[in-house]
Each structure stands twice: as C-alpha cells, then as structure tokens.
C-alpha cells in the first residue's frame, strides 16, 4: 500500500536551472494537490488538478507549472529555478467523495 | 490574509496529561475542519474531522471540538503519550470547483514530556 509517492527525495538546484518534481498515487484518486511549505507557514497550495487532462492554479502558481496526463501522476515543474522556490514540496490527492487528503512523504529542495 | 489560524507555535505536555491544541477561523464558509500530524521528515497525515453541523467529534485518544460562534476548535488528546510529539496542523476545506483545497493553519509542535 504505497499511497502517495513523491520523487525526489531531495534535490538541490543551481538559480536558472529546471527540473520535474513527479507524484505518483495508486488510490485511484479524482483530485492531486502540490502545496509548498515554507517555515513558519502553513502548506500552501500551488497548483491543483480534478482528473487527468485537468489543472488549475492554486495559491501561488508563479514560477511552476504542472501536468497530468495520467490519473496516477501529477508533475510539478520549475522553469527557472529561484532561492524563492527553496521549500518542502508535498503531493497530495483525495478521493472525490472524501474529505481527507493522503499526502506524499515531501521533497525537499533548495536552490543556490 | 491566514483563513486558519494556530497561534501558539508551540507545547509542552507531561506524558499522561492532556494536549489541548487550539484553531481558529475566519472564513464561515466552512463545512469542515481537519487535523493533521506531521513528524519529521514525514508528509501530514489524517487524524480526525469535524463538520461544521456538529459540535463534537470523538476518535480514542483524540476529540475535536467546534466553537461556531467564536470561529474555534481545538484539539484534545487524553492521554498524551511520548509517540504524539509531533507538528499539527488545523485545515480547512474550501472551494468552488469541487477540488476542496485545504487551507493550512501554521501548525503547532507539541511535545510529551515522559
């Protein structure tokens, strides 16, 4: 019962550079998030999707970019990575008729 | 503006004592509200619900009350036990497409003393 997974783990990105952070979920869920986690703040929601084919922007989409070609994975992209985007990201997807969210095990990534 | 709201960063408990961990809201809209626990290097994970119709909702350990009128919940584990030191999270769903993004309160680190 693997839930949520996110890769990577860690990753650390030079200013300018680009990279696809992948979330991966095999409970058939409707709905994946990715939320940011900066300290001192709650999760934030960057962008969102409600089924394949679908995303939306969340709270603070500058600077990234998603896709969800399959039900399964949600990707969160950086274009040109920036120290702003140094965080904890968190992949999360939720049943439609759920309220509760099950969330990945968090990237951690910092840009230098 | 912060829709959710935990104003303390932090507490300390004795083992075996209660934890009251507290929340408080600004957006009525709400029909839900949701507690998470995070340890380290971990993602949030579910603990219990509450919906806004209730007052009351109970799961071993851990109950969540809702305060309507003041905008507040808290969260109350009886026992507190070592294995509970942990980030917590107060969340909310909200939101017009169905998606039900969750906003975050700033989380609470409690931590049992044993």
């Known amino acids: 019962n693997a839930g949520v997974t996110q890769t990577p783990k860690f990753r650390v990105l030079k200013t300018g550079q680009s990279m696809t952070l992948l979330c991966a979920q095999d409970m058939n869920h409707e709905y994946m998030y990715w939320y940011r986690q900066d300290p001192g703040m709650g999760l934030r929601l960057i962008h969102y999707s409600v089924g394949e084919g679908t995303t939306a922007k969340g709270e603070v989409p500058d600077g990234y970019n998603v896709s969800r070609l399959k039900k399964q994975n949600f990707l969160l992209g950086l274009e040109s990575a920036a120290p702003s985007q140094t965080s904890v990201y968190f992949c999360?997807?939720?049943?439609?008729?759920?309220?509760?969210?099950?969330f990945g095990q968090g990237t951690r990534l910092t840009v230098v | 503006d912060q829709q959710v709201k935990q104003n303390s960063p932090s507490l300390s408990v004795q083992e075996g004592r209660i934890s009251i961990l507290n929340c408080d809201y600004t957006?009525?809209?709400?029909?839900?509200f949701l507690w998470y626990k995070k340890y380290p290097a971990e993602g949030p994970t579910f603990l219990i619900s509450?919906?806004?119709?209730?007052d009351k909702n109970e799961d071993g350990r851990f109950t969540v009350f809702l305060n309507k009128s003041a905008k507040h919940l808290s969260l109350h584990i009886v026992p507190s036990q070592p294995g509970d030191s942990a980030v917590y999270f107060c969340?909310?769903?909200?939101?017009?497409?169905?998606?039900?993004?969750?906003?975050f309160g700033t989380g609470t680190r409690l931590t049992v003393i044993p």
């Open positions: 957006n009525s809209m709400f029909d839900y």
């Open positions: 999360a997807s939720r049943d439609a008729a759920r309220i509760e969210a099950f």
């Open positions: 509450i919906s806004s119709i209730k």
């Open positions: 969340a909310a769903p909200l939101g017009q497409t169905g998606a039900n993004n969750l906003f």
